[in-house]
């Protein structure tokens, strides 16, 4: 099957914030400004993602899953960086670098199996 550009987008973008963020960990005591704004980009492609998703599916291209299963990836896709955010906000330790370095990874997997959903990739 053939993936859509959306998901190569979110591949990249997920990939640069876990770099960041692990360079974070590895070199800073405490959560700095790129590691919070590679997480913030994260999130700026969720909600690009959830635009076009809703586009796409409002034009008429349909889901090959249950419709429910990709709005609820979406969804909870959507909090982890808001919640990783305010967890780095919030402990002002190294080991926030960590928690901030798991937003990345967790929303590519989600990525990886709304993909899977939408267009029964892989």
Known sequence: MITDAFFWIGVVVC???????LVATVTKRYPGDAAIISVAAVE???VVFAVGA????GGGQPVRGEPWEFWGYVAT????????FW???????RWSNVVLAAVPVTVFVMLFRMEQIWNGAF
């Open 77 to 84: 896709a959507f909090v982890l960086p808001i919640a990783g």
């Open 54 to 57: 809703a586009i796409r599916q």
């Open 87 to 93: 967890w780095a906000v919030l402990d002002k330790t």
């Open 44 to 46: 700026l492609f969720l």
């Open 15 to 21: 990939a640069v914030s876990l770099l960041i963020c």
